[in-house]
């Protein structure tokens, strides 16, 4: 039995009620979406829909919502128990497997958390979304977990997630609020695309999912009172002593807030697009292999 009082208290029986009515999907159950996913069942948010292929190894048990109990289960089922524990009364559809064979369960979901972190796996979920016109909301952590980043991706209004991180990771960025020009030095991605991640503690992967899962709820409790109203789209969280901004240090905790702004070039989103009937991903990913390798 689940005791829904106190966050009823807190939201208020409407709010509560919106949130019980939207569909949350979580691509990506492990260290990071496992617990977006998990602590998003905690708010009142009773609907989920969970894809993963992978199976809770030992290895991830330190690192991992679940625990040794749901070894060799998997990722999703594991994070689907503990849901249905917190409430009883959760929706939870699962699928194991790739996201790129199973868009259309896009349709079904008021607003996506990119849990994976491969960068292939977020390019083919940003054109989807495109199409489909859903919010998605990115996190990144980067090497050994010494910071990371979330962004809000909506669709045609601001970047999508191709030119957002074509301009962040190669530091071309105007922090806000002021819009000053600063450069960034940060995080880079690795020649093969991914973020140059090393394994970091689970405490500090966590701090980066919770505020994605956060800005999850913020969306989810747009038109509320109990609605935040953010900054900018993006937000850079230090765990470390970072230097985000060029001659600056963020100290351990504290975060930066930027801006980024849509790219009118941009090989997926740009206004070019609309005249461009074939979208061209390798492309894409190519032209950003070969910035790296400059
Ligand atoms: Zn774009």
């Given at each position: ?5 106190r ?10 009620n919106?949130l ?12 990071g ?85 491969t ?30 980043d ?145």
């Open positions: 039995m689940t005791d829904w009082d966050i009823e208290r807190l939201l208020g029986h409407d709010t509560l919106q019980a009515q939207k569909t949350v999907g979580v691509v990506g159950v492990g260290s979406g496992g617990y977006v996913a998990l602590a998003l069942s905690m708010t009142g948010i009773r609907r989920f829909i969970l894809v993963d292929d992978d199976v809770l190894d030992v290895q991830n048990i330190v690192r991992h919502v679940a625990d040794s109990r749901a070894i060799g289960q998997p990722k999703v089922q594991a994070v689907k128990d503990l849901i249905l524990q917190r409430n009883p009364n959760a929706s939870v559809q699962t699928v194991q497997g790739r996201i790129e064979d199973h868009l259309e369960l896009l349709d079904e979901m008021d607003v996506l958390v990119v849990g994976v972190d960068e292939g796996a977020k390019f083919s979920l940003n054109e989807a979304c495109l199409e489909r016109d859903l919010v998605a909301v990115y996190a990144g952590v980067y090497e050994r977990g010494e910071g990371g979330v962004v809000i991706i909506r669709p045609y209004n601001g970047p999508c997630y191709a030119c957002w991180a074509n301009s962040l990771r190669e530091g071309h960025i105007s922090p806000a609020p002021d819009g000053s020009d600063e450069e960034m030095d940060y995080g880079q991605r690795r020649p093969d695309g991914t973020l140059a991640g090393e394994p970091g503690l689970w405490l500090d992967v966590v701090r980066v999912a919770n505020t994605q899962a956060n800005m999850v709820l913020n969306i989810l409790l747009e038109g509320t009172k109990a609605e935040r109203q953010l900054p900018a789209n993006t937000v850079i969280l230090a765990n470390q002593a970072l230097e985000i901004l060029e001659g600056h240090i963020t100290p351990p905790f504290s975060a930066e807030w930027v801006n980024i702004v849509r790219d009118s070039h941009c090989l997926v989103c740009g206004d070019l697009q609309s005249q461009q009937s074939e979208l061209s991903l390798d492309k894409l990913l190519k032209d950003q292999k070969g910035k790296h390798h400059e």
